[in-house]
């Protein structure tokens, strides 16, 4: 089993910036693909960011690329995301996820976090 506990959210002005934390516990943090989701209002919940299997490489949502950063800290078991930029459509709860497996057009991932919500006003 996998605890995932997300923390960092909040609500920022068009243009600011916002680091989300993920704190995993349960088994080794290494050794599992991590990453984030979000899911705005009305709408179905859809990728961000994740690692590899091997932590090695990240990967984006076009819709992030260029503006958000995934990392970890191996020894704290916990990773981030680093939102620059960022825009009103970016509202949405944002998940941590442990996991992650399927393909980017259909990504799913075993553990959840609860979530953590990020307003961004215009």
């Known amino acids: 089993q996998v605890q995932l506990v997300e923390s960092g959210g909040g609500l920022v002005q068009a243009g600011g910036s916002l680091r989300l934390s993920c704190a995993a516990s349960?088994?080794?943090?290494?050794?599992?693909?991590m990453g984030w989701f979000r899911q705005a209002p009305g709408k179905e919940r859809e990728f961000v960011a994740r690692?590899?299997?091997?932590?090695?490489?990240?990967y984006y949502a076009d819709s992030v690329k260029g503006r958000f950063t995934i990392s970890r800290d191996n020894a704290k078991n916990t990773m981030y995301l680093q939102m620059n930029s960022l825009n009103p459509e970016d509202t949405a709860v944002y998940y941590c996820?442990?996991?992650?497996?399927?393909?980017?057009?259909?990504?799913?991932?075993?553990?959840w976090g609860q979530g953590t919500q990020v307003t961004v006003s215009s």
């Open positions: 996820a442990a996991g992650i497996y399927g393909s980017r057009s259909s990504y799913e991932a075993t553990y």
């Open positions: 349960g088994r080794s943090f290494s050794s599992i693909v």
């Open positions: 690692f590899s299997w091997s932590g090695g490489s990240t």
